[in-house]
Nanobody, 123 residues
């Protein structure tokens, strides 16, 4: 199994910045894609950004030019630098990984989720 621990959320004013971190641990063999998703009250969870093991990135249109995702493969950690934050960025942000891990004498492929970290942007 893979455990994900997010940190860095909080309360910030419009135009401010926050940096989220997510560290993966467990019987990890390899992590292909790491990403951030968010869910605002009353809305479905949506993709924010993803990054592959070769550092190829993908962003939601709503955050392009303001957010930057990066990862440290040696530390199995993904970051999300959020600049020029807007009230509509307010949500619980979840870390996600897709990769392989070792469990019950087998190599397994799976997706893991963190518990989420709250980001609140005040107007």
């Amino acid at each position: 199994q893979v455990q994900l621990v997010e940190s860095g959320g909080g309360l910030v004013q419009t135009g401010g910045s926050l940096r989220l971190s997510c560290a993966a641990s467990g019987n990890i063999v390899s992590i292909f894609t790491m990403g951030w998703y968010r869910q605002a009250p009353g809305k479905q969870r949506e993709l924010v950004a993803t990054v592959t093991s070769s550092h190829s990135t993908n962003y939601a249109d709503s955050v392009k030019g303001r957010f930057t995702i990066s990862r440290d493969n040696a530390k199995n950690t993904v970051y999300l630098q959020m600049n020029s934050l807007k009230p509509e960025d307010t949500a619980v942000y979840y870390c996600n990984t897709d990769g392989t891990y070792y469990s019950d004498l087998m190599f397994r492929r799976g997706s893991s989720w963190g518990r989420g970290t709250q980001v609140t942007v005040s107007s």
